[in-house]
């Protein structure tokens, strides 16, 4: 007999609770954005009642263990969440950062920028953000601000500066950004400070601060070149005391056309004047002038050994007053029979000024008031208008005939010399008697008469400098 054994093998599986992880950014909400040391609530917008939460860094929340935690950072953070569900069902976790909100940057602002230009300005904070509601921008630096709106506002610089700067900050926050421009002015200068009457004088508009590229005056409009008179304005035959300016070329150069001379009606300084300068522009309708005044002097009859100048040393330049000296040449006629010729050189200026050798610009207005003045001084001595004092004076006709003649007739080389030398000493002679009329007391009036009929005032409101001095006195 045969038996069959059947083994019988169940097999038992018993299902065993699985853990799930997720890694989900749900769970712990969007970023978040504030200034430091504000509160922020963080987290999802949904929760599940039944979850377990666990936020790092703790030290930074109110609580880490509940799904909306607020936080308070002062600097960027980065919070952790874990997230285990009922049961140990699964696991979620997730990271959400709280940024510090700040203005980022400042756009609208340029390298250069033109004195009193309009600029628009834009705040941009991190991420580009909009602007929380309750919050606005607080703009400073060294602009003046207008216009502000929001993120915007427009700024324009009243003063050149080689860095000038514009800072934006939110109102609720402490970090300040800053942007830097340099604000661009402009200033004149002159190739000679000093240029003789009746000249030109080249002249060039720079930017300021030195270094700024030339290019950038042209967001300048309408440049215009100014002169005013240092001084009153006294002894201009023109009757003016303006500078004229010739236009600007693409260089911003320019030049004065003619360098007008006046009397600053200092006595012994009347040989030179000063200018002042003046440059303005505009930009966006505003006006903006130079950042310096450019000084500009013209010179009458300067010389640095002039020790009667109030100005001494400063240049040697325009009208000489003598030119050359005279000058005696002897020719024999005869073994018995000389003569001697005069060359005038400065025997017109020192007898009869007409016409006076003065070497000058024709330009010059000094030239044209002195050459009239002195003229009608001439006239006063040879007694050919009505000035009883000076009638004949000095034999000015006679000394002239002399000269006129160029011919001296003597018996020797020697005494045809004498002859002519005693000329050119009685010439001389008659032009230092004519210089001493200062110290007669009929000087002032003798000034006064000349100046007058000339159409010159140079000196002329000056008090006489000599208490004696009477209008009514002739010596």
């Known amino acids: ?53 666990f936020w790092e860094p703790k030290e930074l929340l109110n609580n880490n263990t509940v799904p909306n935690p607020v936080a308070t950072i002062s600097e960027t953070t980065t919070f952790k969440v874990t ?54 921008i607080v703009w400073g630096g060294d602009g003046e601000f207008s216009n502000q709106d929001g993120l915007k506002a427009k700024v324009k610089f009243k003063t050149s500066s080689k860095d000038a700067t514009v800072t934006a900050r939110l109102s609720k926050g402490q970090v300040i950004t800053v942007a830097r421009t340099t604000v661009v002015g402009f200033k004149v200068s002159f190739s000679n400070d000093y240029v003789c009457d009746g000249m030109s004088a080249d002249l060039q508009i720079d930017p300021v601060p030195e270094g700024t590229p030339r290019n950038v005056l042209n967001g300048f409009n309408n440049f215009k070149l100014i002169s005013q008179t240092a001084t009153t304005s006294y002894g201009n035959p023109l009757g003016k005391s303006e500078l004229s300016f010739k236009p600007l070329d693409n260089s911003y150069r320019s030049a004065i056309e003619n360098a007008i001379w006046y009397s600053n009606q200092t006595d012994n300084c009347n040989d030179f004047c000063a200018y002042h300068i003046f440059v303005d522009a505009d930009v966006d309708g505003n006006l903006v002038t130079a950042e310096e005044v450019g000084i500009f002097n013209v010179s009458a009859t300067m010389n640095n050994n002039d020790e009667n100048s109030c100005f001494m040393g400063l240049t ?160």
């Not at 097999?11 to 992880?21: A, D, E, Q, S």
């Not at 979620?92 to 203005?103: D, E, F, P, W």
Request: glycine share 4%.
């Open 1 to 53: 007999m045969v038996y069959y054994c059947k083994l019988m093998i169940f097999l038992v599986f018993i299902t065993l609770p699985y853990l799930k992880t997720y890694a989900q950014v749900d769970v712990s909400g969007d970023d978040k954005y504030v200034c430091a040391g504000d509160e922020v609530t963080i987290g999802p917008k949904n929760s599940n009642p039944d979850d377990c939460y």
């Open 83 to 136: 997230v285990t569900g009922k049961d140990f069902s699964y696991i979620k976790t997730g990271n959400m950062i709280v940024h510090i909100l700040k203005v980022d940057s400042i756009s609208g602002l340029s390298k250069y920028t033109c004195k009193a230009k309009v600029t628009a300005l834009t705040a941009n904070l991190t991420d580009n953000q909009e602007l929380p509601v309750g919050y606005s």
């Open 316 to 475: 040697t330049c325009c009208a000489t007053m003598i030119t050359g000296a005279a000058t005696i040449e002897t020719v024999e006629i005869s073994p018995s029979e000389w003569t001697a010729e005069i060359s005038r050189g400065t025997l017109k200026k020192d007898v009869k000024t007409e016409p006076l050798l003065i070497v000058a610009n024709t330009n010059s207005q000094f030239y044209h008031m002195i050459v009239n003045e002195e003229l009608h001084h001439q006239k006063q001595f040879e007694g050919t208008v009505p000035f009883s004092c000076f009638d004949d004076l000095y034999n000015v006709d006679k000394v002239m005939a002399d000269i006129q003649l160029h011919y001296i007739k003597a018996s020797s080389q020697e005494l045809a010399t004498q002859l002519a030398t005693q000329v050119i000493e009685d010439a001389i002679q008659n032009e230092y008697d004519r210089g001493s009329i200062i110290i007669k007391t009929s000087r002032c009036k003798a000034e006064v008469d000349a100046k007058t009929a000339a159409g010159s005032s140079y000196k002329l409101a000056l008090p006489c400098r000599y208490p004696q001095c009477s209008l009514e006195t002739c010596p």
